[in-house]
């Protein structure tokens, strides 16, 4: 399993990223994500299982679903897979926010992949981390866009 990690800083306050993050439905607008659909909520009508569909670059297609845990004071969340078919057959991760000040927020973003094919160690070190840097700047830019 290939692990990554990196940090950002985004000009918004700490509850306005996690609305952000929180708001599943919207990724295909953000994010790398074809679809995504909500399986089933919790307390407080928080999404624990969402599924995905996505289209993995030289891969192909990867549907999963993953099962999600909120940091206390919504300082973050983090996803461990509950199913998965395709190109990954398995992806656990967390978005960690630090709050800087009362506009700024920094968000660290680790990732696991197991993809489900043979593919040589320096492609899948250098995915996960270029899916990384990708991620946080869409995220950037959609918390501060508005």
Avoid: C
Avoid at 33 to 59: K, M
Avoid at 111 to 136: D, H, Q, S
Wanted: charged share 35%; aromatic share 8%; no cysteine.
């Amino acid at each position: 399993m290939e692990h990554a990690e990196g940090s950002i800083v985004i000009d918004a306050p700490l509850e306005d990223v996690m609305e952000v993050l929180e708001d599943y439905e919207a990724y295909p607008e953000w994010a790398e994500v074809r679809t995504a659909q909500i399986r089933e909520r919790g307390e407080g009508g928080r999404a624990r299982e969402v599924a995905f569909e996505v289209d993995v670059p030289v891969l192909g297609k990867a549907t999963y679903t993953l099962s999600y845990r909120y940091a206390p004071g919504d300082t973050g969340l983090s996803w461990t897979t509950k199913e998965a078919r395709g190109a990954i057959r398995d992806i656990r991760g967390e978005y960690l926010l630090n709050e800087i000040s009362d506009s700024e927020t920094k968000v660290t973003y680790r990732l696991a992949v197991e993809i489900g094919i043979l593919v040589p160690g320096f492609v899948r070190t250098e995915g996960a981390k270029r899916v990384i840097e990708n991620a946080l700047e869409r995220l950037k830019r959609r918390v501060e866009m508005g």
